[in-house]
């Protein structure tokens, strides 16, 4: 049977950081399905959402084992559909730990069949986050060196 793991996140945007998790998952799962959370009700997002998709999907054209998903449902909803038996998340530091240990046990008590694989974050990634790559963007700087394609 296939190992098939979901990797969700906001991704706003996709950074670097996600794609070393995501090619570092590769290695223990058969397939892997990166799901943008999105919620249409309330568009907070910066960067939108489509051309987020589509820049993702890009990015991995040449991996058949990895498809890109816009949900607006539970995460444990969407891995039953998805046949997930993973969720895959990445970890920088203790206040990653300490939002992703409480996610991950509700994520369990609703679908117990779900488990989540944390990878620690590569330290060359480590400081990357989607927050800070927006904020240099906001003010006009170049944020080429965190993200895997242009803008
Ligand atoms: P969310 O809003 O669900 O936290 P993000 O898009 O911010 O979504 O992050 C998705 C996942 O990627 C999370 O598990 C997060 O900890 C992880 N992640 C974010 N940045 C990095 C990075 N630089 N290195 C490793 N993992 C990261």
């Known amino acids: 049977m296939k190992k098939i793991a979901l990797f969700p996140g906001s991704f706003d945007p996709f950074t670097k950081g996600h794609e070393d998790i995501v090619l ?40 058949p084992s990895i498809r890109v998903v816009i949900y607006n449902e539970l995460t444990a909803t969407l891995a039953k559909k998805y046949k997930a038996s993973v969720i895959v998340r990445g970890l920088r530091n203790t206040t990653d730990f300490e939002y992703e240990n409480s996610i991950s046990q509700v994520n369990r008590d609703l679908n117990a069949d779900l488990e989540t694989l944390f990878l620690i974050t590569s330290p060359q990634y480590a400081a990357i986050s989607s927050s800070i790559v927006r904020e240099v963007h906001r003010y006009g700087g170049d944020v080429s060196n965190y993200l895997p394609f242009e803008l």
């Open 24 to 63: 570092r998952s590769l290695k223990i799962v058969d397939e892997l399905v990166i799901a943008i959370g999105y919620n249409s009700q309330k568009n907070v997002r910066y960067f939108q959402v489509e051309n987020m998709k589509e820049k993702i999907a890009k990015t991995f054209a040449a991996y």
